[in-house]
Nanobody, 119 residues
């Protein structure tokens, strides 16, 4: 059974940085794409970034491009989201997700971690 566990959220001032981690377990993830999503209070969940585990190729939403960096550590089976130049509008619960390469649906989700950016 795939398990995704996020950590690293917290309270930070605008302009600050946080690094989120997503520890993945339950299988080998070379055939998976890993993603980060976020959901602000009262809003729909939105896509943030994703990475193809095998190639390391990365993709970003326009709203975070140039400020956030997604990466993975094969040895630790962990995906990271480095968030710099944070803005109050980045405040949300951040979720890690996984899907098989070539598929559309995100099959596995973590429980989420809260990120709050104060102005």
């Amino acid at each position: 059974q795939v398990q995704l566990v996020e950590s690293g959220g917290g309270l930070v001032q605008a302009g600050g940085s946080l690094r989120l981690s997503c520890a993945a377990s339950g299988r080998t993830f070379n055939s998976y794409t890993m993603g980060w999503f976020r959901q602000a209070l009262g809003k729909e969940r939105e896509y943030v970034a994703h990475i193809r585990w095998s190639s390391g190729r990365t993709y970003y939403a326009d709203s975070v491009k140039g400020r956030f960096t997604i990466s993975r550590d094969n040895a630790k089976n962990t995906v990271y989201l480095q968030m710099n130049s944070l803005k109050p509008e980045d405040t949300a619960v951040y979720y890690c997700a996984a899907r098989l390469l070539g598929t559309i649906d995100w099959d596995y989700w973590g429980q989420g971690t809260q990120v709050t950016v104060s102005s």
